[in-house]
């Protein structure tokens, strides 16, 4: 699957640090929007998806999302990944994806940029 082999790169320094993201938590007062429809203030870091497990995670989530240049990442609580933008239109965005919330969008800034602003649980 094209898309899984595309971001393969992308992804490799979230598997390199992936000891060190299980322990972090996204802090929802970083992202207004998402903040006002999630009753949660953070949300933490359950499990990186594997290499091996990428196609199998989409095909997942592929019906849910309408847009298939969006591959889930990681797990939070529940049915709930992060997920990277793999398009030509929104190429190394974050997305924050929950099946009772929706689809929304974290930052456009890249993958780099969302690691950062992770905080320690």
Partial sequence: MKIITTTKSMLAPI???????????????????????????????EEVFAEDELEKVY?????????????????SYGNAVFCLGVGEANQGYVYYFDLDFGLHLLTKDGLTTFVRSLKDA
């Avoid at 060190?20 to 998402?34: G, I, M, R, T, W």
Wanted: charge should be negative; charged fraction near 25%; avoid cysteine.
């Fill in 15 to 45: 598997w390199e640090q992936e000891d060190e993201l299980l322990d972090k938590v996204v802090d929802l007062a970083d992202y207004d929007a998402v903040n006002q429809v999630i009753p949660d203030d953070t949300l933490s870091i």
């Fill in 59 to 75: 095909l997942n989530f592929a019906p849910y999302l309408d847009n298939e240049a969006i591959l889930p990442f990681m797990a």
